[in-house]
């Protein structure tokens, strides 16, 4: 499975983007989908997941209320819609799949594919 991520882009703060994430091939419904990102000189930090099938969605403290994560299974899908933007949202944010369970799921190690990143820049 190849995951490419898209819709990064530049955004005032207040703004929305969405980003994609598309498998190349059927994620198993036993995977969960996240996404991650990292700012410079940070560490990649959870963003937010959907857990296995039915397991439910997680979020960041930072980002709960602002950010949804959903999946088009039909279009091996997985979006992040981001609202009320902030300068501090600024990184490279990747998605990610793999059989990770809810208790681990803010965790980086465990998923197994990884989508090569796209840029999301928030201007004050």
């Known amino acids: 499975v190849q995951l490419q991520a898209s819709g990064g882009g530049l955004v005032q703060a207040g703004g929305s983007l969405r980003l994609s994430c598309v498998a190349s091939?059927?994620?198993?419904?036993?995977?969960?989908v996240a996404w991650f990102r990292q700012a410079p000189g940070r560490e990649r930090e959870f963003v937010a997941a959907?857990?296995?099938?039915?397991?439910?969605?997680f979020y960041a403290e930072s980002v709960k209320g602002r950010f949804t994560i959903s999946a088009d299974n039909a279009k091996n899908t997985v979006y992040l819609q981001m609202s009320g933007l902030r300068p501090e949202d600024t990184a490279v944010y990747y998605c990610?799949?793999?059989?990770?369970?809810?208790?681990?799921?803010?965790?980086?190690?465990?998923?197994?594919?990884w989508g090569q990143g796209t840029q999301v820049t928030v201007s004050s």
């Open positions: 990610a799949a793999g059989p990770v369970i809810n208790s681990a799921i803010r965790t980086a190690t465990g998923y197994y594919y």
């Open positions: 091939g059927r994620i198993a419904s036993r995977y969960a």
């Open positions: 959907a857990g296995r099938t039915g397991a439910g969605t």
